[in-house]
């Protein structure tokens, strides 16, 4: 039995679990585990949809389940309320307490949002939309008070969004299958297969499931895009500021940091044993293990500034691990097209550095002292160079973006940054994938109100920061008319975004709201990007990155692990 069949069927037998209750009354769904209800609510054009919020999708992760792979569900009795967000898993100390939202080691939820009629089996099935949130692995939720989904529900799309395990409750891993490696992207992973089995019922169509994310979330549609367990699970991503071969995104030192945890629970803590860690974590309490004091050891960072950047973050795992969920070097994956290929939407915004430095007006100031001091520095641990040679590509990194020295012109530190981070990894994956699949390339240029940052000048350098482009898609409603440019960008990003949903094509016709815009692909000789500003313009060769890649390309010797 082919792939389309065997789903074909499979969404024929699931469509049999709604019974004639649902049948009646729409708001109540049968699941294979259980029956749930949910509610109606109207979107800003005034259609009705039906929302059903935190439905698990897994078991909860609590004792001897804290710190494994997702376990299955088991089957309830009665009828669980799915008409609001009440949990979002343990965060960082970044985040901002959120009203009715509360912390919580059992989170393994997801919400489905549908314009259709749940039970209606006269109704053609619509595209989905499948939302995983950024948050740096360690903060966030797909709660509907931080995600919104009534503005994607006006352009006919299924949406659907969850929550997955964050910080070292998600990612702390031993590398030896004891503690798995990757435990918030299997999460993710247990999602999309919940979705695929489930989402007919809603009146989704599990042939046109879309991922899509931004930041962290971003970065994990590319590692689901890389990882043979998605395969079939979704036909298309949407990768926002997610910068999937960074270094930035992936720790090389899980093991060490895994048990720098455990000694700063207990000081007596000796054992190098996985199980001996294993069992001291699941008797230590899910604060205690969230706000831990583990901080980034000079040599073993992520960032290429000393002692800098994030821990728990995803890691490439041993092929010899029977539930391996990412192995092998990303970035030869992606140039092997050794990856799930599918279409995608890949992007960045202008300046995305901007929206970390904006609340330290020194950062620029440190950051080019560091740089400037060392220009190997420039390189760091990211790329395999000789010490000679890390200097001569610093200094040539830096001679892109200034003629003298980063002190004398910080906002020159704050561009290298942002391409640095964000720009050169997201276009270098553009590229290699465009070797096997369509690939649509953006940069969001616009600098409207709805971002937020609309007065954010960091070293005389504005442009749009990172997350700007979220509250276009995400927004809630504002009793306030917004700015008239901020309402055509919105509708303009929504209507890009839901027709690659639907048609994995954003531009599949000419629109006069698209400026009649025809979104080119991107081919490995020809950078080819859609520049969404106020207006909507197809560009070539974005940013600095040929000029990087003319560098990197000379002097890093393969194989090369990021970009």
């Not at 590319?222 to 699970?233: C, D, E, R």
């Not at 720009?423 to 649509?440: C, E, G, W």
């Not at 839901?498 to 020809?526: C, G, I, M, Q």
């Amino acid at each position: 039995m082919t792939y389309k069949l065997l789903i074909l069927f499979t969404f024929s037998a699931i469509n049999l679990y709604a019974t004639n209750a649902a049948a009646a009354d729409p708001t109540l769904v049968s699941l294979p585990e259980g029956q749930i209800r949910g509610h109606t609510l109207t979107s800003p054009n005034g259609n009705v949809y039906y929302a059903f919020q935190e439905i698990p999708y897994a078991a909860p992760p609590v004792g001897n389940l804290r710190f494994q792979a997702p376990a299955e569900l088991e089957r309830w009795q009665g009828v669980l309320n799915a008409t609001k967000n009440t949990k979002v898993c343990y965060q960082g100390s970044s985040f901002k307490k959120v009203k009715g939202l509360e912390e919580s080691e059992d989170c393994l939820y997801l919400n489905v949002y549908t314009p259709l009629e749940p039970g209606n089996r006269e109704e053609i099935p619509l595209a989905v939309l499948v939302w995983i949130h950024g948050g740096s692995y360690r903060n966030g939720g797909g709660a509907i008070q931080l995600y919104n989904p009534e503005l994607f529900i006006d352009h006919n799309v299924v949406v659907v969004t969850l929550n997955y395990r964050l910080g070292a409750l998600g990612f702390l891993t031993t590398e030896d299958g004891v503690i798995p490696g990757n435990i918030g992207l299997k999460d993710q992973h247990a999602a999309l297969k919940w979705i695929e089995k489930n989402i007919g019922l809603f009146g989704g169509d599990p042939l046109k499931i879309t991922i899509s994310g931004q930041s962290a979330g971003g970065s994990s549609a590319g590692l689901h895009i890389i990882s043979p367990k998605n395969k079939a699970l979704f036909r298309a991503a949407i990768i926002q500021s997610g910068a999937t071969l960074s270094q930035r995104l992936r720790q090389d030192d899980a093991r060490f940091y895994a048990f720098e945890l455990g000694k700063s629970l207990d000081p007596n803590f000796t054992s190098d044993d996985s199980q001996d860690l294993l069992k001291l974590l699941q008797n230590a309490s899910a604060s205690e293990i969230n706000r831990n004091k583990v901080t980034p050891v000079v040599g073993k960072e992520r960032s290429i500034v000393d002692a800098d950047g994030l821990i728990w973050l995803p890691v490439i795992e041993s092929v010899q691990l029977e539930d391996a969920f990412l192995t092998g070097n990303f970035h030869d994956n992606i140039r092997r097209g050794q990856i799930n290929q599918v279409p995608i939407v890949i992007g960045f915004n202008s300046e995305e550095e901007t929206f970390f430095w904006k609340s330290d007006a020194s950062i620029p100031e440190k950051r080019a002292k560091y740089l400037d001091g060392d220009l190997s520095n420039l390189i760091k641990h990211k790329f395999n160079m000789t010490k000679e040679n890390k200097l001569t590509a610093g200094r040539r990194l830096r001679e892109i973006y200034t003629n003298g020295t980063f002190q004398d012109d910080l906002g020159a530190v704050v561009k290298y940054f942002s391409d640095e981070s964000y720009t050169t990894p997201i276009i270098r994956h553009a590229k290699l994938q465009s070797n096997y699949t369509d690939v649509f390339l953006y940069q969001f240029s616009y600098k409207g109100k709805l971002g937020g940052q609309i007065d954010v000048e960091v070293a005389g350098v504005r442009g749009v920061g990172h997350s700007e482009n979220t509250p276009y898609l995400w927004g809630q409603r504002s009793e306030e008319p917004n700015d008239p440019e901020d309402e055509t960008t919105r509708h303009r990003l929504l209507t890009l975004f839901s027709n690659f949903v639907k048609y994995l094509n954003p531009t599949p016709d000419k629109d006069k709201l698209l400026n009649n815009v025809t979104w080119e692909n991107v081919a490995p000789n020809k950078l080819v990007y859609l520049n969404i500003n106020n207006t909507l313009e197809m560009q070539e060769n974005p940013k600095e990155y040929l000029d990087w890649e003319r560098i990197i390309d000379v002097y890093a010797i393969p194989p090369l692990m990021n970009y």
